[in-house]
């Protein structure tokens, strides 16, 4: 292992253009880059995408580790792989970093749907603002979600939903939930729902559970609509899955933004597994033209987590955490 001195710099940081957290950048100078095609994706090569983006690549030719890195900003790749950290914090991506010859590419859907919208945000029109949070607390009625024991999914997803209306309202936001008690809602209804309520964001509320005997999953993962032409985060990827494009892509950028900085609180803040930003066409992701998000809170079939689950006070961590998420998310769209 030769560790850092078996890293090759392969690009340097050229231009003014900032990649700071907290400040929306004008987007970066990409007019010279061109595509090319790589394992039949459109690709950018990566150290040059970086060098437009004043962000030095670096490549661990051993651990097949890549990583751009400026002031701001760090990215962590690695070859073959879908996994990125995007300053700490995990995102899959739709395809995973190839190598050809000696250079690394990345594929433009990457770029346009998870690095461009994370460290790039685009601000709302003048006057827009982040103004009502539609809180959709999963399954409920007849649909009991997970079961583990006697507890229900549904009954912990709409105490969730109640604290985070509390926190949420208290920070100024109006508030709309699909259902505030236990009733059987239809999924395009929960869409319809907010539509209605003109929802400047959605936050579908679940928690997850692992199959029976597997007591160690744990963590917590956001998920957000897959991109037209991708294969969802758990879908094998060498079935084709479904691949086009859906009412919910039309948010694809801000309900990126908004399940990075929702998973980014939810890991600075809480003792969990980052299980990352993640990729699904789940029918709420699907049917919703609003930026809207997936949150799993937790595995309730892990003893540790379940804790934390059930437990008023860590309920409470959690709401906040997803509160500072979206506040996050309203600081870097919307204008001065
Ligand atoms: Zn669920």
């Not at 103004?131 to 979600?145: I, K």
């Not at 109006?174 to 809602?185: A, E, Y």
């Not at 869409?191 to 559970?209: E, F, K, P, T």
């Not at 930003?277 to 540790?304: W, Y």
């Amino acid at each position: 292992m030769r560790g850092w001195a078996g890293w090759v710099i392969l690009g340097w940081l050229a231009g003014a253009v900032c990649l700071m957290p907290g400040a929306a950048c004008a987007a970066a100078p990409v007019a010279r880059l061109t595509a090319v095609r790589v394992n039949s994706q459109e690709c950018y090569d990566l150290a040059r995408w970086g060098r437009a983006q004043a962000l030095r690549m670096t490549v661990n030719r051993e651990s097949r580790e890549v990583r751009l890195t400026n002031r701001y900003t760090r990215l962590d790749l690695a070859l073959g792989s879908r996994l990125a950290t995007i300053n700490g914090v995990k995102a899959w991506l739709s395809v995973p970093l190839a190598a050809r010859d000696n250079d690394v590419f990345v594929s433009v859907l990457d770029v346009r749907t998870t690095f461009e919208p994370v460290l790039q945000p685009v601000r709302l029109k003048a006057g827009r603002k982040v103004r009502t949070v539609v809180l959709d607390p999963g399954h409920g009625g007849r649909d009991p979600g997970y079961r583990v024991g006697d507890r229900e999914e549904k009954t912990h997803t709409l105490l969730l939903a109640l604290r985070l209306k509390t926190l949420l309202s208290e920070a100024g936001f109006k508030v709309v939930l699909t259902r505030s008690g236990d009733t059987t809602v239809d999924l395009n209804e929960r869409a319809a729902i907010a539509r209605r309520a003109r929802g400047d964001v959605l936050l579908s509320l679940h928690y997850n559970a692992a199959a029976p005997g597997n007591k160690d999953a744990k963590g917590v993962e956001v998920y957000c609509i897959t991109p037209a032409g991708a294969v969802s985060t758990n879908v094998d990827p060498s079935e084709p899955g479904s691949t086009r494009a859906v009412p919910g892509n039309q948010a694809n950028s801000r309900s990126a933004l908004l399940a990075y900085q929702v998973q980014k609180a939810m890991v600075r803040s809480l003792p969990v597994e980052d299980r990352g930003l993640r990729r699904a066409r789940f029918q709420v992701l699907r049917s919703t033209e609003i930026p809207a998000v997936l949150i799993e809170g937790g595995f309730m079939s892990c003893p540790d987590e379940a804790k934390r689950i059930f437990n008023i006070n860590q309920r409470t961590e959690l709401a906040r955490a997803i509160v500072d998420g979206v506040l996050a998310y309203k600081r870097l769209v919307e204008r001065k």
